[in-house]
């Protein structure tokens, strides 16, 4: 009987490996690990041979072992942390590249990998310090080139972020990642025709690109060509982060005849979006049938008061016999709104008589004064948290007389009032749902508010509201306007230029005291 050594099994395991037969790899690595099991070689062949026959958690275990042993095996330490990614443990992959980084401090696609998943995981500090190092070791790389873009555009460095993407596509002039992401760059620079240009590009190679044709969406809404838009805007479901349905397993309703019928309306993104957009239910009910509204959650439905002949419920609640759905963002496309055809600009919305009476009791205002409501943050998210500022940047108009200012401020920036409590009264704390800031909103004479679910709420009830609005808003504020044919009830004050709110505080300022003077009058 032939008897083998460690490395002459060892050998043949690679061959089989070579081969693709996984199972027999797996058999000699096995026999030569058996032979000599202190062997590094012996236990990293036979962990990745079971990591090619499917077993990849006890190959990770494996490799974990051979790293405790002998901690600057780089080889294993580079399968182990391409194997913690296959299995969806980024964070464990994070910790294995940080220690490999150590060991190799150079060595570029370490580098870019660890800069990638600091990315994703939102890391951007991190992640721009890898992926800048990747770039001077290497100017060609392109991912990382690309993740660094990207990183840069999040933190607001939107000039580094556009050299990024054009340095892509010098190398890779048709890759259609980066002509979108330096679509969305000039976005977000607010240069709108050059982002029409480069995302019109990426379709003219790829038409049916879901991403790129939502981006182009974005562009032609927030240059009011809107006709253009709505189809676009459809793309919103196949994109990297889509919009989500609750209920996609109902027909989709695309303007049929609905006597006798139900039509199930889904909310499908933020609550400001349905805010806004309950306006079509004002129009969907002339198509007769059953109209249902389905809200994201008990708050929204109470801020939307009653609204006639439209059933409100909440996700989750039973719901009837159902003939057709559409999505309540997709009914502007349906209805093929244009800037001169958006329904019910003067408001369409009330708040809830027994509310609004509870809170003329419990606001006692003051007569003599301006009542004005502030809401000064809004969620923070990617490309978005820019829209928000600190309540200490809005001290010049606390400090104006005659005017007594209530913070409709929720979630953890409502804390910036302790520092001022004296200068306005804290609602917050007594607001438990949209019901509540509806009411309260009747009885106030203006909100100022950044960009948020409640600016929309005043202007679907037709409250006066002005919005501060950063230097490139979100598309529904088109550019350069300071009115909003969505809102009548609506100002815009913009940013003059990206970050700085301090002319915008200035000039709300300065308008304040006009109305001010003018309602004593």
């Not at 058999?27 to 000599?36: E, P, R």
């Not at 933020?270 to 389905?294: A, H, K, M, N």
């Not at 005659?402 to 804290?426: H, S």
Request: with cysteine; aromatic share 10%; charged share 20%.
């Amino acid at each position: 009987m032939l008897l083998l050594n460690h490395d002459a099994y060892g050998k043949l395991g690679m061959v089989f490996l070579k081969q693709k037969r996984y199972f027999e790899a797996l058999y000699c690595f096995h026999k030569a690990y058996c032979i000599a099991p202190n062997n590094i070689a012996c236990r990293y062949n036979l962990a990745n041979a079971l990591s090619y026959s499917g077993n990849e958690d006890e190959a990770i275990e494996s490799l974990k072992g051979i790293v405790a042993d002998h901690p600057d095996a780089t080889i294993a330490w580079k399968r182990l942390a391409l194997l913690l990614l296959t299995r969806q443990r980024p964070e464990e992959a994070v910790d294995c590249l940080e220690k490999l980084h150590h060991l190799l401090p150079d060595d570029p696609e370490v580098l870019c990998t660890l800069g990638i998943l600091y990315y994703r995981q939102s890391r951007l500090s991190e992640a721009i310090k890898c992926l800048k190092h990747v770039v001077q070791l290497n100017r060609q790389h392109i991912n990382a080139l690309e993740t660094l873009g990207a990183a840069l555009h999040e933190t607001g460095d939107l000039q580094q972020a556009e050299e990024c993407f054009q340095g892509v596509l010098q190398i890779a002039p048709h890759r259609i990642s980066a002509l979108n992401n330096l679509g969305t760059v000039y976005l977000s620079m607010g240069l709108l025709e050059h982002a029409a240009a480069v995302l019109g590009t990426a379709l003219n190679h790829e038409p049916e690109n879901s991403q790129v044709r939502f981006n182009r969406a974005l562009v032609r809404l927030a240059l009011g060509d809107l006709p253009k838009a709505w189809s676009d805007y459809e793309a919103r479901f196949a994109t990297q982060h889509p919009a989500r349905l609750q209920h996609p397993e109902f027909p989709r309703w695309f303007g049929e005849p609905l006597t006798g019928r139900t039509l199930l309306v889904q909310t499908e993104q933020g609550f400001g979006d349905t805010f806004q957009f309950v306006r079509y239910l004002t129009v969907l009910r002339l198509w007769g049938g059953q109209i249902i509204l389905e809200c994201q959650d008990q708050s929204v439905r109470d801020g939307l008061g009653d609204i006639q002949g439209i059933e409100l419920i909440v996700r989750g609640e039973p719901l009837p016999a159902i003939d057709y759905q559409i999505p309540l963002l997709s009914l502007p496309g349906l209805f093929q709104t244009t800037e001169t055809t958006i329904p019910c600009p003067e408001g369409y919305l009330k708040a809830f008589e027994y509310k609004v009476a509870e809170w003329k009791q419990r606001l006692k205002l003051r007569t003599g004064f301006l009542h004005v409501g502030l809401v000064w943050s809004g969620t923070r998210y990617r490309l978005n948290a820019d829209r928000s500022l600190h309540l200490l940047q809005l001290l010049p108009l606390l400090e104006m007389t005659g005017i007594q200012f209530y913070g409709l401020q929720l979630g953890d920036d409502r804390q910036q009032i302790r520092k001022l409590q004296a200068k306005l009264i804290d609602l917050g704390a007594q607001i438990e749902s949209f019901a509540d800031t509806a009411a309260i909103l009747t009885h106030l004479d203006l909100l100022i508010s950044v960009d948020t679910a409640v600016a929309h709420l005043a202007g679907a009830l037709g409250q006066p509201v002005w919005i501060l609005l950063k230097y490139a808003p979100d598309w529904r504020w088109l550019r350069e306007r300071h009115d909003s044919p969505w809102y009548r009830s609506a100002r815009l004050f913009r940013q003059p230029q990206p970050g700085d709110w301090h002319p915008v505080v200035l000039q709300v300022k300065r308008e304040l005291q006009f109305f001010r003077d003018r309602q004593k009058k």
